[in-house]
């Protein structure tokens, strides 16, 4: 279920990412896509956040499969945060400059 969750929350990350970029269908000018990119990264930034908040609580209980669920949510949002948004946002940047 965890696995389930991260995933849900990648594709949301990865459709605001691309909707901030792609803003009215325009492909942007360098600088104003960096600001894009990290108004985007800001968005995804918080909602990891809140994520975090709302599963530390389950993770810090003794419950063995909630525990397990919160442990795997925070640590695959943290790696598609940390990781995989700002490689997906280099990767659109390459594929639009084109």
């Given amino acids: 279920a965890g696995l389930i969750a991260v995933l849900g929350t990648g594709i949301d990350q990865l459709v605001i990412i691309t909707d901030e970029i792609l803003h009215e269908g325009k492909v942007p000018s ?11 990264l800001g968005i995804i930034v918080v909602a ?14 003794d ?3 909630l525990r397990g669920f919160a442990i795997i949510t925070i640590l695959g ?19 639009l400059s084109k």
């Fill in 30 to 40: 360098p600088n104003l896509y960096l600001k894009r990119l990290s108004r985007a």
């Fill in 63 to 65: 419950l063995s499969s």
């Fill in 77 to 95: 949002v943290l790696v598609g945060v940390i990781i995989t948004r700002p490689a997906y946002g280099k990767i659109i940047m390459e594929i």
């Fill in 48 to 61: 990891a956040a809140t994520i975090f908040i709302a599963m530390a609580p389950l993770a810090l209980m």
